[in-house]
């Protein structure tokens, strides 16, 4: 398995509250995370928090598709979409930095981008595939 397809099963999973693959992938201790997207920007948290705002945000939004942009042994870049239920519906793009060190995600770094469309419209996918 990829560090792409580990990463993104950690998420899945992660937003389910089985941390799992988290707890075996990411740093206990080490780990810091910033995100700069359109709901926490600027916060930096560590992976405590970081499991406490996946479980938050996994009452409301949708996990898309990832897409992985680069990877190597010390670096990983992923594009994901993402879609938040509610009164309104919203769509984000987000762009995941995640940052190895003997094969433990040490840092990331999240940006989203608030998309003023449906992003799965003309593709052959749709958002009841990842629900």
Same mark, same amino acid.
């Given at each position: 398995? *990829? %560090?792409? &397809? ?22 206990? *201790?080490?780990?810091?995370? =910033? $995100?700069?997207?359109? #709901?926490?920007?600027?916060? @930096? @948290? ?5 499991? !406490?705002?996946?479980?938050? =945000?996994?009452?409301?939004? #949708?996990?898309?598709?990832?897409? !992985?942009?680069?990877?190597? &042994?010390? +670096?990983?870049?992923?594009?994901? =979409?993402?879609? /938040? %239920?509610?009164? !309104? =519906?919203? +769509?984000?793009? *987000? ?5 190895? &060190?003997?094969? %433990? #995600? @040490?840092?990331?770094?999240? #940006?989203?981008?608030?998309? $003023? /469309? ?10 009841? $595939? /990842?629900?």
């Amino acid at each position: 398995m *990829t %560090k792409a &397809e580990e990463a993104e099963k950690a998420w899945r999973k992660g937003f389910r509250g089985d941390f799992s693959i988290v707890d075996s992938i990411f740093h206990q *201790t080490k780990f810091r995370a =910033l $995100d700069q997207g359109a #709901i926490y920007h600027g916060l @930096v @948290v560590d992976l405590d928090t970081m499991k !406490t705002i996946w479980l938050s =945000l996994s009452e409301t939004a #949708i996990l898309g598709p990832f897409r !992985t942009i680069y990877e190597n &042994e010390e +670096f990983l870049c992923m594009h994901m =979409l993402r879609k /938040y %239920k509610g009164n !309104t =519906l919203r +769509f984000q793009a *987000t762009i995941i930095h995640l940052k190895y &060190e003997f094969d %433990k #995600i @040490v840092h990331s770094e999240v #940006i989203s981008q608030e998309l $003023d /469309y449906d992003p799965s419209e003309g593709q052959d996918w749709n958002w009841e $595939d /990842y629900e």
